[in-house]
């Protein structure tokens, strides 16, 4: 398999000027596999620029159906090449082989959606007070940035470039330092499907070298973010400057509600995949798992039962379910949040030590008595941990379940619906489930509430943000 080694820019392959490189290393086995071109600040402009062209010189003004069309071929290619997309992922980030094939064939449908998103999105005519005409459009924006991380690098990347090109945008994507080679493969993939030189370019880059000079170009008319808090308040700052047009998709610090009338036995055991699923790398991972007392003891039984069976290791193997953390650093950072545990006395049931001889591989940790106050309770943890508690009362419940700057997703479980609504109406989040934990449909919006984001990822609104909305108005 070949592996991307250079920056895709302007319809090609290009070395990066200032000679950097990212050195990637296989979180499975430790040894580094590759060496990727770096773009600097120069060559970020350079692919401004060539964005700029390709938008002005007949993007823009592609027939929305020959657009359709290119974005479904676009999709053809990504099916053709799945099983390489999705060793290339496995590679990258040690995702275990068979969700990165489920998340391969994820970007392709999200293509197959919104090439036919460009021909059903459109403005309206509306019956305006002193007669006249009056009809808005829907205009493309120019330069779009999409910023995504290394949890979910390939559909991410994909969730966001394809609403913007089918919108009439150029995208430059910036994958995060440790998974480049997804996106690099997006923009190669794409161009031999047909899309014109500089309309998806992918810049590998540190964003600490390139982030913030890419946010205040001034041609990059907005920034579609997905990582943590933290970049994306830097990049809102960033981009008040200019009032340039942002979406953020940040962290979250999500809730599994578990009331005794449900199917609490289904529910112990689809629960532990959903937070050790991508070893917990998930801004949707269930990290907080809320259960009534009185099936408390139950559902834990079964739960850690569940949990001991999952398949850690080698994410070559179809079997496996749960791989390493992504790098070093992220495990260190994990580890540091079950040190804290310890010292403040939190009960481990489960997990909190590594495995394997080589690989960054810890195993899946289960806590219990975490106080609300404590590091493990409020943070993202990012890793393969979760924090169980039992519960009495409804609404002292959700007062605990809202009590975090955070609102991205959960879980409810009930077979009562007057309270599966009253419950899901009452949790601060932008997605929910019901008697689920699937997070994510590429037909229906994808954000946060509160710190958890701004602007939402896929379904149909998500064209909206890649588009200015203009009223005009004829007189009679
Ligand atoms: P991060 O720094 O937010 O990285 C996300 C993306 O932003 C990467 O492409 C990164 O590039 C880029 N970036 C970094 N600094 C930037 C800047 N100043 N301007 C513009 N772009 C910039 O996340 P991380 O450091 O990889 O992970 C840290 C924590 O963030 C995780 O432990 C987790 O809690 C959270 N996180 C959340 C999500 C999510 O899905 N919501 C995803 C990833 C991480 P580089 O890779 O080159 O730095
Ligand atoms: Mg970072």
């Not at 991307?4 to 090609?12: A, I, K, S, T």
């Not at 545990?341 to 394997?356: D, Y």
Request: hydrophobic share 40%.
């Amino acid at each position: 398999m070949e592996l991307p080694e250079r920056l895709f820019v302007d319809g090609g392959w290009r070395d990066a000027v200032g000679g950097r490189c990212l050195s990637l290393v296989n979180p499975a086995t430790e040894e580094p596999f590759v060496d990727v071109a770096a773009a600097d600040v120069a060559d970020m402009t350079a692919a401004v620029e060539s964005a700029q062209r390709a938008w002005e010189s007949g993007w823009r003004d592609l027939a929305p159906g020959k657009r359709e069309a290119l974005l479904h071929a676009v999709a053809r290619k990504l099916r053709e090449h799945q099983e390489e997309i999705a060793q290339l992922e496995r590679l990258q980030i040690g995702k275990p082989i068979s969700d990165a094939r489920d998340e391969a064939g994820l970007g392709a449908r999200v293509f197959e959606f919104y090439a036919g998103a460009v021909t059903k999105f459109g403005g309206q005519t509306l019956p305006v007070g002193r007669g006249g005409f009056d009809f808005t459009l829907r205009q493309s924006m120019g330069v779009v940035a999409a910023i995504v991380p290394w949890n979910f690098p390939f559909p991410i990347a994909c969730w966001k470039a394809a609403p913007a090109l089918a919108a009439g945008n150029c995208v430059i994507l910036k994958p995060a330092s440790l998974s480049p080679l997804t996106a690099l493969k997006l923009g190669q993939l794409a161009h031999e499907a047909g899309l014109p030189p500089g309309v998806l370019q992918v810049l590998p880059g540190s964003g600490s070298t390139i982030g913030d000079a890419l946010v205040t170009h001034p041609l990059v008319r907005k920034v579609s973010f997905t990582g943590s808090t933290e970049v994306g308040r830097r990049i809102m700052e960033l981009a008040a400057r200019d009032i340039k047009r942002i979406s953020l998709e940040l962290g979250g610090k999500s809730p599994n509600i578990v009331f005794a009338d449900a199917d609490w036995q289904r529910a112990a055991e689809t629960s532990p995949m959903s937070v050790f699923a991508n070893t917990g790398q998930d801004c949707c991972a269930r990290s907080r798992m809320f259960v009534e007392r009185s099936v408390f003891e139950g559902f834990l039984e079964r739960f850690v039962a569940v949990t001991r069976k999952l398949v850690v290791g080698d994410p070559a193997k179809d079997e496996t379910q749960l791989g390493p953390l992504v790098s070093a650093g992220q495990r260190e950072s994990v580890e540091a949040y079950l040190d804290d545990a310890k010292v403040l006395g939190t009960r481990f049931v489960s997990g909190g030590v590594r495995s394997g001889a080589k690989g960054y591989f810890l195993e899946p940790t289960i806590l219990l008595d975490v106080k609300k106050t404590d590091r493990c309770w409020r943070e993202e943890i990012f890793g393969p941990v979760v924090a169980i508690t039992a519960f009495d009362d409804e609404a002292a419940m959700l007062r605990d379940v809202n009590d975090t700057p955070y609102g991205l997703s959960g879980s409810v479980w009930t077979s009562n619906l007057s309270r599966a609504l009253r419950v899901a109406r009452a949790v601060q989040s932008g997605v929910l489930s019901i008697n689920s934990h699937s997070s994510v449909h590429v037909e229906a919006p994808f954000g946060g509430f509160k710190q958890s984001g701004l602007g939402r990822d896929l379904g149909m609104g998500a064209m909206e943000g890649y588009t200015e909305l203009k009223n005009v108005y004829v007189g009679e």
